[in-house]
Nanobody
């Protein structure tokens, strides 16, 4: 089970950190990712972190502004987002990958958390 938290309303240029707490599987062996789906658009991968946190990957649109991290002692993955843009209003989903290194194949999804970027 994946449970996201931290969504809400934020002004353009603002910051917000999302959290995802996992249970029911060996968290330390799975890569974890964050995806988002904006209204009328397909779900896209935002960021991925390997099982031990040694490798991270970001979509070009968020490089330099977003940071993914994980705490395997707490079974939690985080996504810190800075300099948010209006076009980044979306539902953000936490995902468990099928392997330990990348998020191209997803084994399970969280329920999603709404993030609205608006003044």
């Amino acid at each position: 089970q994946l449970v996201e938290s931290g969504g809400g309303l934020v002004q353009p240029g603002g910051s917000l950190t999302l959290s995802c707490t996992a249970s029911g599987f060996d968290f330390e062996y799975s890569a974890m990712g964050w995806f988002r789906q904006a209204p009328g658009k397909e779900r896209e991968e935002v960021s991925c972190i390997s099982s031990r946190g040694g490798m991270t990957d970001y979509a070009d649109s968020v490089k330099g502004r977003f940071a993914i991290s994980r705490d395997n002692t707490k079974n939690t993955v985080y996504l810190q987002r800075n300099s948010l843009k209006t076009g980044e209003t979306a539902v953000y989903y936490c995902a468990r990958a099928r392997n330990s290194r990348q998020c191209s194949e997803v084994a399970s999804w969280g329920q999603g958390t709404q993030v609205t970027v608006s003044s």
